[in-house]
């Protein structure tokens, strides 16, 4: 098989295209390998010295590697490897529940019309971009005029991301959503107890 890569705006995240749907629709964010249980390919990747998340699109997978350390040379090779290996065996996509949100369109009956609206440009002007790019933005709530939005994928620790919200994300909005005052960057929760566990295991790490 024949893996394209693309350069993404950030320029610690590739986004590898295997040639065939990869989840065929929605998108999967694994932003450490404790929450890849669920898929047999992101538990691969994370075996890569060097790779610090994986993101799923529907015919693309993004890796995010550690740091300006790691060459991409050095392990392009490696993921190459372990995508075409994955494909070859023909085993699923996923297995089980994932630990991470699964991210579809579509909006809620109890939506009212406001979020309606915000839910309708995210999945037709924005999200399509941002997937490009090898992201995806996601909707997390509307409250006050603030439109609360999680930057998953390439988009995340990625240098131009405050600028795409800010320039790109919040102005289309309060073009055609007067109610929006401004546009907010969150995490989860679980995301920064994630993130938090990494960053301590990383140090323990270091400092043996």
């Given at each position: 098989m024949?893996?394209?890569?693309?350069?993404t705006?950030?320029?610690?995240s590739?986004?590898f295209?295997?040639?065939r749907?990869v989840?065929g629709?929605?998108?999967?964010d694994?932003p450490?390998?404790?929450?890849?249980?669920?898929?047999?390919?992101?538990?691969?990747?994370?075996?890569?010295e060097?790779?610090?998340?994986?993101f799923y699109?529907?015919d693309?997978i993004?890796?995010?590697?550690?740091d300006e350390e790691v060459?991409?040379?050095?392990?392009?090779?490696?993921?190459?490897?372990v995508?075409?290996?994955?494909?070859?065996?023909?085993?699923?996509i996923?297995?089980g529940e994932?630990q991470?949100?699964?991210?579809h369109?579509?909006?809620?009956?109890?939506?009212?019309?406001i979020?309606?609206?915000?839910?309708e440009?995210l999945d037709?002007?924005?999200r399509p971009?941002?997937?490009?790019?090898?992201g995806?933005v996601?909707f997390?709530g509307?409250?006050?005029g603030?439109v609360?939005?999680k930057?998953?994928?390439?988009?995340?620790?990625?240098?131009?991301?405050?600028v795409?919200l800010k320039?790109?994300i919040?102005?289309m909005l309060q073009?055609?959503i007067p109610e929006?005052?401004?546009?907010?960057q969150?995490?989860?929760e679980?995301d920064?107890?994630?993130?938090?566990?990494?960053?301590?295991?990383?140090?323990k790490?270091k400092?043996?």
């Amino acid at each position: 098989m024949f893996i394209q890569t693309q350069d993404t705006p950030n320029p610690s995240s590739v986004k590898f295209l295997p040639g065939r749907l990869v989840l065929g629709k929605g998108t999967l964010d694994f932003p450490n390998s404790s929450t890849a249980e669920c898929s047999a390919l992101a538990r691969a990747l994370f075996q890569v010295e060097g790779v610090k998340s994986v993101f799923y699109g529907p015919d693309f997978i993004t890796v995010t590697k550690t740091d300006e350390e790691v060459a991409w040379n050095d392990i392009k090779p490696k993921i190459f490897a372990v995508i075409t290996e994955f494909f070859a065996s023909g085993n699923p996509i996923t297995t089980g529940e994932p630990q991470t949100e699964s991210h579809h369109s579509g909006g809620d009956e109890e939506d009212d019309e406001i979020v309606a609206m915000i839910k309708e440009l995210l999945d037709t002007r924005i999200r399509p971009t941002v997937q490009e790019d090898g992201g995806d933005v996601i909707f997390k709530g509307f409250e006050d005029g603030v439109v609360k939005l999680k930057l998953v994928g390439s988009c995340t620790g990625c240098p131009s991301s405050t600028v795409t919200l800010k320039n790109g994300i919040q102005n289309m909005l309060q073009f055609y959503i007067p109610e929006v005052d401004e546009v907010e960057q969150v995490q989860d929760e679980v995301d920064e107890i994630n993130l938090q566990a990494y960053l301590d295991l990383e140090k323990k790490l270091k400092d043996q």
